[in-house]
């Protein structure tokens, strides 16, 4: 894992390839890791709160805190799933089940302001991953991540929102382990176990927002929508 130092703060309209390309070199085969929060930036994904009406819903769901904020979340999300005021675990309509719908207002631009997500994050890492190609020659997958928690574990990990020139997932099934044993359900997150390993070099505080994770040799094509639970096999939902 190679972390990419030396990005300006991005801003709307930024050239967030451009600005990896000049900070680092880039070889064919890599996997690029880009922190959401940037290519949200990039986008113009950021919410001044000032802008911001307040329903009675939010109201209630604050708690204390900002009902602003929560008017934001209320918004980014098609289902409430838990509410413990004011935390919300609500799914967005990428079909991610997270923490206050992927509103956040860590690293965003300015004060009483927060950053959404992505509209599209796989359609971000595909242009991001087209950007790059023009701009070095070399073919790289890109990954598009955001921390999250998980049910059962405490703390949170980066995982991939969006992906492009990567499978993101590696099916096991019907191969043999070495007794001979048919695995019968085995699937690997690859995508989030690369996000969540190039996390390790850029850190939440250290304003290193992209990482190169090279030697990795499982390529393919997919995105990261492929890694939703699908609703028929969800469990908790």
Same mark, same amino acid.
């Given at each position: 894992?190679?972390?990419?130092?030396?990005l300006?703060?991005?801003? /709307?309209?930024?050239?967030?390839?451009?600005? $990896?390309?000049?900070a680092?070199?880039?070889?064919?085969?890599?996997?690029?890791?880009?922190?959401?929060?940037?290519v949200?930036?990039?986008?113009?994904?950021?919410?001044?709160?000032?802008?911001?009406?307040?329903?009675?819903?939010?109201?209630?769901?604050?708690?204390?805190?900002?009902?602003?904020?929560?008017e934001?979340?209320l918004?980014?999300?098609?289902? %409430?799933?838990?509410?413990?005021?004011?935390?919300?675990?609500?799914?967005?309509?990428?079909? *991610?089940?997270?923490?206050? =719908?992927?509103v956040?207002a860590?690293? #965003?631009?300015?004060?009483? &302001?927060?950053?959404? %997500?992505? /509209?599209?994050?796989?359609? &971000?890492?595909?242009?991001?991953?087209?950007r790059?190609?023009? %701009?070095?020659?070399?073919?790289?997958?890109?990954?598009?991540?955001? &921390?999250? +928690?998980?049910?059962?574990?405490?703390?949170t990990?980066?995982?991939? $929102?969006?992906?492009?020139? @990567?499978?993101?997932?590696?099916? %096991?099934?019907?191969?043999?382990? #070495?007794?001979?044993?048919?695995?019968? =359900?085995?699937? $690997?997150?690859? !995508?989030?176990?690369?996000?969540?390993?190039?996390? @390790?070099?850029?850190?939440?505080?250290? +304003?290193?927002?992209?990482?190169?994770?090279?030697?990795?040799?499982?390529?393919?094509?997919?995105? !990261?929508?492929?890694?939703?639970?699908?609703?028929?096999?969800?469990? *908790?939902?």
């Open positions: 894992m190679i972390p990419v130092r030396g300006p703060e991005v801003r /709307e309209e930024d050239d967030v390839a451009a600005l $990896i390309a000049d680092v070199e880039l070889e064919g085969g890599d996997v690029v890791v880009v922190a959401q929060k940037v949200s930036k990039a986008e113009g994904r950021v919410v001044r709160l000032d802008d911001v009406k307040a329903s009675a819903q939010a109201r209630d769901l604050a708690d204390g805190e900002d009902p602003r904020r929560l934001v979340i918004g980014e999300s098609v289902r %409430l799933v838990r509410t413990r005021p004011p935390l919300v675990i609500a799914e967005t309509r990428h079909g *991610f089940v997270c923490a206050s =719908a992927g956040d860590s690293n #965003a631009p300015e004060p009483d &302001s927060v950053v959404l %997500l992505p /509209e599209d994050p796989d359609a &971000s890492a595909a242009r991001l991953r087209s790059l190609a023009e %701009l070095t020659g070399v073919d790289v997958a890109v990954i598009v991540s955001d &921390s999250f +928690g998980r049910a059962w574990r405490q703390g990990t980066d995982v991939a $929102i969006g992906c492009a020139g @990567l499978q993101p997932l590696l099916d %096991l099934q019907g191969r043999r382990d #070495a007794t001979g044993y048919e695995l019968h =359900a085995t699937v $690997i997150a690859v !995508a989030d176990e690369l996000a969540g390993a190039a996390e @390790l070099v850029r850190g939440k505080l250290d +304003g290193v927002p992209a990482a190169v994770v090279r030697g990795f040799g499982h390529r393919g094509e997919g995105t !990261a929508r492929e890694l939703v639970m699908p609703p028929q096999r969800d469990l *908790f939902r």
